[in-house]
């Protein structure tokens, strides 16, 4: 015979089974690809865009032949929309003239939060790989071994 204690043992165990497949698949971050070529803007280097992907902007600047940059496009200090400046190559708010360098950083105030990061890959075959899972500097900065006394920030899906 099966006393409570054994029961809800079991239902527990069953349970976290029947749940730990979907909390691990919300915990992987959703990646989009599209080709470069779909975006004339993103053709040659130093150019840029910002896209809607998922109900999200995104400013796209293709820094290299091989390489983009994938940031949110909102300035941190007043929530303007940035740009991407190829005379000074870095990003720009036209608001109140903080610059941000294409890693996120805070490189002119007034801002002084670094612009969140998307991971993103140009690949040889033209596809754009993003990562839809925003990072915030500092922990790149971990990530790269470099010290930081920032707590890690992640925003989650935004």
């Not at 303007?80 to 000074?88: D, G, H, Q």
């Not at 998307?118 to 790149?140: A, F």
Request: aromatic share 6%; charged share 30%; hydrophobic share 35%.
């Amino acid at each position: 015979m099966i006393n409570r204690r054994k029961a809800l043992k079991f239902l527990t165990i069953i349970g976290g089974a029947l749940l730990w497949p979907a909390s691990w698949l919300q915990a992987q971050a959703q990646k989009i690809a599209f080709k470069i070529n779909k975006v004339a803007k993103l053709r040659e280097v130093h150019g840029w865009a910002i896209l809607k992907i998922k109900d999200r902007q995104i400013l796209f600047v293709r820094d290299s032949e091989n390489t983009i940059k994938a940031l949110n496009p909102i300035c941190t200090h007043k929530q303007c929309t940035v740009e991407y400046s190829r005379e000074k190559g870095r990003i720009v708010c036209p608001c109140h003239g903080s610059e941000y360098a294409l890693d996120g950083r805070v490189l002119k105030e007034p801002s002084t939060e670094p612009l969140g990061i998307y991971e993103s890959e140009l690949r040889q075959d033209g596809l754009i790989v993003v990562t839809l899972e925003e990072i915030k500097y500092t922990e790149m900065k971990k990530e790269n071994g470099e010290s930081s006394e920032n707590k890690k920030e992640q925003k989650d899906g935004q």
